[in-house]
């Protein structure tokens, strides 16, 4: 997730997307995967018209001071809205490439039935969790987090990264930059991110890391029926 407001969009990121997209080798088994991604691109560079009430990154962000004060279901509403829009070009290209790398793993494992739904609980589940922690962090003293406008897929990347990596032996690499130990990589992928771009809400990546964790906690209970539902397969 990110914070701020709508920036300059140009046309050579849209065609590093549409290279990178070429590059992931998209198919008819990658559909929430390819309809996610044409989405996002679609939204920010206005292919996609807006309703006449989205005049602002503000009308659709994720703001945890929000909770209590409007419905349940404009809750609902911008959890899932936020998700799909990005401040600027370079946060749009990072969290799109990082989206087709990842993005297309889980759904070839799961299935595009099941991964849909995966993807609907961690955007609803870490924008809840943003709050948890935004509250948190005022109780504390720290002022600002309850007011944040947050935007972005970066929640929902970090628990895929969780789900890719969660107990998994080996290296891996952290934004090519170095390699660590693929157990502890996203949470000093979330360190570095914010080192690299201090604008960045950190606590909606810490978000999402801790709704990953809460999937491959849980993904035996509850979300294994749901499985079961989905895919006549065994995790």
């Known amino acids: 997730m990110h914070r701020r407001g709508f920036q300059s969009r140009g046309n050579f990121t849209l065609l590093l997307l549409v290279a990178e997209a070429m590059r992931a080798g998209l198919d ?22 807006l309703p006449q009430y989205i ?3 503000h009308d659709v962000c ?33 969290n ?6 990842k993005s297309r793993q889980v759904e070839r494992r799961y299935g595009s039935i099941f991964y849909a739904t995966l993807i609907l609980i961690l955007a609803i589940s870490s924008s ?43 290296q891996s690499s952290v934004l090519g930059i ?17 080192l690299i771009d201090p604008t960045a809400s950190w606590i909606g990546h810490a978000a999402g890391v801790c709704a990953g964790l809460l999937f491959v906690s849980a993904r035996r209970s509850i979300l294994y029926l749901l499985y079961q539902l989905c895919i006549e397969e065994d995790f």
Not at 78 to 84: G, I
Not at 129 to 148: D, N, R
Not at 178 to 194: D, R
């Open 28 to 49: 008819a088994s990658l559909i929430v995967t390819g309809a996610l991604f044409a989405l996002c691109v679609a939204i920010h560079y206005g292919f996609l018209p």
């Open 55 to 57: 005049q602002s990154l």
């Open 62 to 94: 994720w703001i945890p001071g929000l909770v209590g004060a409007v419905s349940p279901l404009t809750l609902l509403y911008r959890s899932l809205a936020s998700q799909v829009f990005h401040v600027h070009d370079m946060h749009l290209y990072y």
């Open 96 to 101: 799109m490439t990082s989206w087709l790398w």
């Open 128 to 170: 809840a969790l943003y709050f948890v922690f935004a509250t948190i962090l005022t109780i504390w003293g720290f002022s600002g987090y309850m007011e944040q406008c947050a935007v972005g897929l970066s929640a929902v990347l970090f628990a895929l990264k969780v789900i890719l990596f969660y107990n998994s032996p080996g």
């Open 178 to 194: 170095f390699t660590v130990s693929s157990k502890y990589v996203y949470w000093v992928e979330l360190f570095v991110v914010q």
